[in-house]
């Protein structure tokens, strides 16, 4: 009886062809993984400022459109800090009240009947966040069209604190008429 040699297994040149075609496929992968979970977080990112920007401009229409009686061109009543833009009111009582960009990069309510502005983006207590926003000032612009309009004109930018996200900014434009 003639036994043939019979081999069991792979041979050196398959294993190390297997082996390098996998550390081709590999890189190919893993930077396809990483570049579609970068892309999502920056999506979220995205989500989130543009879920602040849609309650910022929500809160300031509600109030002027609610609240406002008249313009107050000179913000006569509120001390302010130094402004980039500003827009200030009268309600029925008299009272101003108005928006104000700051030169720190913050979205901030004033108003003559509270002692503190209520920052709506950019609080100081935010620097502390997993997720800080802020006001770019280089585009903020609040604007008086007529007697009973004003335009309101900001961008939000949020700047992650890791650098493989690149930052994540929405502009936000709208006209309110004054109701009464």
Known sequence: ????NQTIGFTLIEMMVVIFIIGLI???FFSIVFTLARQQAEILILQKVKEEGDFVQTKIISLVRNKAVKINESCSGLNLPTAVSK????????????Y????NNRLASYSASMSEPVY??????EENLDFPLFIKTDSSVFTKIDTKTVRFQYAIRHLPKVSYLS???LQYQFFIQLRR
């Open 120 to 125: 709506l983006v950019g609080d100081e207590a």
């Open 100 to 103: 104000v960009v700051d030169a």
């Open 167 to 169: 930052p994540q900014e």
């Open 87 to 98: 827009m200030c009111f009268f309600d029925n009582n008299e009272v101003v009240f108005g």
């Open 26 to 28: 590999l890189p190919a």
């Open 1 to 4: 009886m003639n036994r043939k």
